[in-house]
């Protein structure tokens, strides 16, 4: 290997990633790199790679999020991610436990992080949005809640996840005037009090074993289903764990879950 | 990390695999680890996993490849994966280059290793089975080659890799009677003399980027098809890179193939 790099993988409910410590911001990462690194079989293989970056002087936090997707394309902040590279950073001495600002695209985020176990961050505003929208799936029409966390989701209840199918295709959404720049689609079956089970079909990638904005939708769409006014808090459950979403009386959710550090890699930087 | 251990990740035609050295022969590997580092998302990600052992003593062999399935399950002999064990020997000096046998639960391998760039698996016997069989696709019934790699194999031509579809599940083979152990589905388009391209779906597992016993029997298949006797040489494009399949007069087929390793690991032993 010609330019070697140190690297770990980890995942938060199977939402895997590959992080790349660059603690003196002195790695570049070609477009290449991180699209063979990502990929499953020529490379390591995760849904996107994180290059944990010191914040810009002056930052009130300390680390910056520099977050790629599996294609190499930048993103603005992943709730997944986030709460992996957190729990590297305590682990590894380089933030404290509790409260962690942690800077990305999206903005600062706030994060809380014990000694081991679950990682919660702070997702921002999660609001319902006016108009009907219906979701097809398995020849069967559905209505939906459309819900805004930053990026686009409609939710759907049914009786049994099995109900969404297959779901190798994405579903069909209508009007599609509804969502100009695509939609997540989330099908929820009502476990008990607070408690659902989902799966998600994200926008441009399939069926997922996670979604982190995904799970703060599902916790609104459930509310106001269910007309609940005031805080409540949800345990979500997808194919790859399980979620704990907090609302507040102003819609602004925390997202608890799990954060897990894998193995640690070498890697030649010169991958393509 | 409690009990760690050192690892490799390295691919043959994005086949990939898990590498563990064992040069004492101390490491004993639960099923539930295998399956958990193999997982791509929970884990690292790999189609096997390669204990890489000390042989017997008084083999011909010095190392033995201990092969295990994505699941963790044990498998005999991986056409790829050997080619990749071999690539390591060599690059870490634990074996010359040119001739290197490798003991496999399917016996002793022959391999041979230059200082760099692709490598060659004697991979055995290959032969034509008489006896109709049909490979339904897309609605299309196509007569299809019976081939015997020491695995089962069923050859099919067609105009287009295309012609085969998204492939999601099993082609459907008749009669069933034919393979009672199931069957390997080769589609095969003719690029030009001695050259094909493939797509495979495998027993148990689905379409993959590569299948090392299926790139032998799709040289023999083609040469059944044209009549040709003799030694040949086929060069066989797979999704994941392409495969030079050498036959000899006797349908010993010699495969020569890339190998490489990607990334050094550090792996928690007792991950699940």
């Known amino acids: 290997m010609s330019r070697s790099i140190r690297a770990f993988k980890g995942h938060g409910t199977e939402n895997d990633f590959i992080l790349i410590p660059d603690l003196d911001d002195t790695i570049s990462l070609a477009t290449e790199f991180v699209a063979a690194i990502c990929d499953r ?24 999020m520099d977050y790629r997707n599996h294609d190499g394309s930048l ?43 679950d990682v919660s961050v702070a997702m921002g505003k999660v ?3 006016l108009g009907d929208v219906n979701v097809s799936v398995q020849a069967h029409e559905y209505p939906a809640i459309k819900i805004d966390v930053g990026n686009p989701h409609a939710v759907v209840f049914v009786e049994s996840l099995a ?22 689609v989330e099908f929820v079956k009502i476990d008990g009090e607070r408690e659902v089970s989902m799966r998600v079909f994200e926008r441009g990638v399939g069926e997922t074993r996670s979604c ?25 459950h997808v194919l790859g764990g399980t979620i704990t979403v907090d609302l507040d009386a102003s819609g602004n959710a925390l997202m608890t879950g799990p954060a897990v550090i894998v193995a640690e890699l070498v890697v030649d930087l010169d991958l393509r």
């Not at 982190?212 to 979500?236: D, K, M, N, Q, Y």
């Open 163 to 184: 109900d969404a199918g297959a779901l190798l295709s994405a579903p069909e959404v209508s009007p599609l005037s509804a969502f100009p720049d695509g939609v997540n």
């Open 41 to 64: 079989h020529r490379g390591v293989g995760a849904d996107g790679l994180i290059r944990i970056a010191p914040a810009e002087t002056g930052n009130a936090a300390e680390w910056f």
């Open 127 to 129: 609001s319902a949005v």
């Open 75 to 117: 993103a603005e902040m992943c709730g997944n991610g986030i709460r992996v590279m957190a729990r590297y950073l305590v682990d590894t001495g380089l933030a404290s436990t509790g409260l962690l600002l942690i800077d990305t695209r999206d903005g600062i985020k706030e994060l809380t992080v014990p000694t081991s176990g």
């Open 212 to 236: 982190g904005t995904g799970t703060c939708a599902v916790a609104l769409a459930t509310a106001e289903r269910f007309g609940l006014v005031g805080p409540s808090s949800w345990t979500v």
